[in-house]
């Protein structure tokens, strides 16, 4: 039901753009959001993006990252720029219900695709 991928080897300060397709019911009525997984850390949840288009990003990322959502589509994209190697991990995207305050920290995802692995070279 959601299907990431794009992930690769990059350099540091490159870029790279993962897709997360969704089927529509999924798409159409949650947030959408990505996680990532680095060796030996917890799974981080880097940005999140509501139907309306309302966004919000961990700090780690903010300025770096872009989410984005193409409604004819149903898929959710993660702009990566100025990479850096502690960017290195297992990405993943998934879909839940709006919490009542957007936050990161209230997001519970009920969907989770497939993880797709970004490795940055220094």
């Known amino acids: 039901q959601l299907q990431a991928s794009g992930g690769g080897l990059v350099e540091a300060g490159g870029t790279l753009r993962l897709p997360c397709a969704a089927s529509?019911?999924?798409?159409?009525?949650?947030?959408m959001g990505w996680y990532r997984q680095a060796p030996g850390k917890q799974r981080e949840l880097v940005a999140v993006?509501?139907?309306?288009?309302?966004?919000i990003y961990a700090d780690s990322v903010k300025g770096r990252f872009t989410i984005s959502r193409d409604n004819a589509k149903n898929t959710v994209y993660l702009q990566m720029n100025s990479l850096m190697p502690e960017d290195t991990a297992v990405y993943y995207c998934?879909?839940?219900?709006?919490?009542?305050?957007?936050?990161?920290?209230?997001?519970?995802?009920?969907?989770w695709g497939q993880g797709t692995k970004l490795t940055v070279s220094s």
């Open positions: 998934a879909a839940g219900p709006r919490p009542t305050i957007l936050s990161l920290t209230r997001f519970r995802p009920l969907y």
């Open positions: 529509g019911t999924i798409f159409s009525s949650n947030v």
């Open positions: 993006i509501t139907s309306g288009g309302s966004t």
